[in-house]
Structures are given as C-alpha cells and as structure tokens.
C-alpha cells in the first residue's frame, strides 16, 4: 500500500467520522422526541430518523467517489420499492459487506435495519445511532450459560420477536447474515462445510423474524457479493485498495411454507433448514461461476 493511499484513506475515515457525528446529532434529538408514547408522534419521528440515516449513508457514498473509487457490477433483479417489506440475505466475507450493501441498496428499498450483537450498543457514536434507529440488539446465550440457567432458553427468541413488532408500522428491510459470522478458511474447515465458498446458515433468526412478521414482510431479497482481487478490511476499503465488487440479486416471493413455529414444529425446522440450505447451495455456484468469470481466458 502506497503512502499515497494511506493519507487519502486517513483522510477519508475523518470525513465519515465527521459525517457520522454530524448525522447521529439529529438522530439522537429525534430519537427522544420518539420516546413520547403518543402513534403519530412516533411514527413522523420514524420516518424523519430513517431519512437522516438515509442522508448519511449518500453522504458517504459522496466521500467514498472522491476519496476511494470503485466498480460495483450488479446484476440480477433490481426492480426495487420504498413502499415494500423486504428480508434481506447475504453472503458475509467482511465488514464491508455492509456499506457494499447500504450502496447498492440506499434509496432503493426502505432503509436497512441489521440484528446486531448486544455489545455492539457501546461502539462510540454508531451504538447510540443504531439504537435511536431501533437496530434491533440481540444476547445470544451460550450452551453453558443455558445449562447454568435454563430461565434463559428462549430469552433471545423473545427479544426477536419485540424487535420485529416495531416494524410493522411501516416499510422496513431487515437484513440477515444468516452465516452468523464472516467467512475464513479457518472457520469453513473446522464447521466441515458442505459448501465450497460458504459456512453453514443458520436459519433461526431469519425464522423468527419471518414469523414474528407475519405477513407484512413478503419479499426475499438474496444478495451475493463477490470481491474479484481481494476480500478487503476497513482499512484496505478506505484507501482505495478496492476496485471491484460483483453483486447479484435475486427477489422472491416468500413461500407460506417459511413460516410457522420454528421452535416447537419440528417438521417446519427441518424443511426451512433445507429450504434455506437449497438457497446457499444456489449461492456457492453463483460464487464458483464468478470465480471462473473472473479468471484470465487463455
């Protein structure tokens, strides 16, 4: 990495943190108006905290066109709506893949709402922000910590559901890692994944969303992205080391069969699980052919 691309990189993070500051402002004011339990009241407040994250994120995308430049192809479907529900699916290979996404998707489908792990709440400025947005924060309890205390079985499921209640007033889209955590050789080797380019989905969250939903949310959107030279950090993205990026996209109706009792209807389990596994068994080949796309034609 060149000098070069350092200082513009140095230069770049200050500008989103400046830009970042500047937004989570208004953000938090509003986000108290909010706290009056008066409907029209938190409904507007909604509406204007979801335009200034809106504006930020475009603000962003200004900083990153001037500072770090890149390609992104998309292709696949793109006949998008503000007016729509939409749970939204990706591949995970790096933190990047969120402003990847916040890009390809800002201003096209209601502002994207991630389930977010319960420490994430103390991340200076960006923790408050998610929290004024209703980011919904999600505690994971260990097997160890269920067995010491079998009262917490269920607890994380229950706070799923309280954060999906909140977007039923209006549009949402609500975005899923479904493998949980970012994809490493480390990671695929030790869950023996049957996927060449993937881990292992994980179904519960995406199951419970949907059925805590209901049916106000009925569009699957499965996103996946491809780095061609290099699965980039922060850091790496910000100084432009970054040049292309592919992203297909592929909008279904959600089938009634993906919805129901994941907890105790172990049947509906079992078919999500396979419902879920077909479509990543999908994405590992979408990923293998834009490995071979991307390879030198001899």
């Given at each position: 990495m060149s000098p070069l691309s350092k200082i513009k990189g140095s230069i770049a993070f200050l500008c989103y943190l400046f830009n970042t500051i500047f937004w989570t402002i208004p953000i938090l004011m509003f986000s108290i108006v909010k706290l009056i339990p008066i409907g029209i009241f938190q409904k507007v407040c909604s509406y204007?905290?979801?335009?200034?994250?809106?504006?930020?994120?475009?603000?962003?995308?200004?900083?990153?066109?001037?500072?770090h430049p890149m390609r992104i192809h998309v292709t696949g479907d793109q006949s998008?709506?503000?007016?729509?529900?939409?749970?939204?699916?990706?591949?995970?290979?790096s933190w990047v893949d969120i402003l990847i996404l916040q890009r390809v998707f800002n201003r096209n489908i209601p502002f994207l709402k991630f389930f977010l792990k319960q420490e994430l709440i103390f991340v200076p400025v960006l923790g408050l922000a998610w929290w004024a947005l209703d980011f919904p924060f999600m505690r994971r309890y260990s097997t160890a910590q269920l067995r010491k205390n079998p009262k917490l079985k269920g607890k994380d499921i229950e706070i799923t559901r309280?954060?999906?209640e909140k977007f039923k007033t209006k549009p949402v889209s609500i975005m899923n890692f479904v493998e949980?955590?970012?994809?490493?050789?480390?990671?695929h080797?030790?869950?023996?994944?049957?996927?060449?380019?993937?881990?292992?989905p994980k179904a519960g969250g995406m199951a419970f969303a949907l059925s805590a939903m209901g049916e106000h949310i009925n569009k699957l959107v499965n996103v996946t992205i491809y780095y061609p030279d290099i699965v980039p950090t922060y850091w790496q993205y910000i100084c432009g080391e970054l040049s292309d990026?592919?992203?297909?996209?592929?909008?279904?109706?959600?089938?009634?069969?993906?919805?129901?009792?994941?907890?105790?209807?172990?049947?509906?389990?079992?078919?999500?699980?396979?419902?879920?596994?077909?479509?990543?068994?999908?994405?590992?080949?979408?990923?293998?052919?834009?490995?071979?796309d991307a390879k030198p034609k001899v």
């Open positions: 204007i905290l979801d335009n200034c994250a809106t504006a930020w994120i475009g603000t962003n995308t200004i900083i990153e066109d001037i500072f998008f709506s503000e007016k729509e529900w939409y749970m939204v699916i990706a591949n995970h290979q309280k954060a999906c949980g955590t970012r994809f490493s050789v480390a990671k080797d030790k869950q023996n994944s049957a996927f060449q380019h993937l881990l292992k990026v592919r992203v297909d996209i592929k909008i279904t109706d959600i089938p009634k069969n993906m919805r129901g009792d994941y907890l105790k209807d172990r049947e509906f389990k079992i078919e999500f699980q396979e419902q879920l596994n077909q479509l990543w068994v999908e994405k590992d080949q979408q990923l293998q052919q834009f490995i071979t």
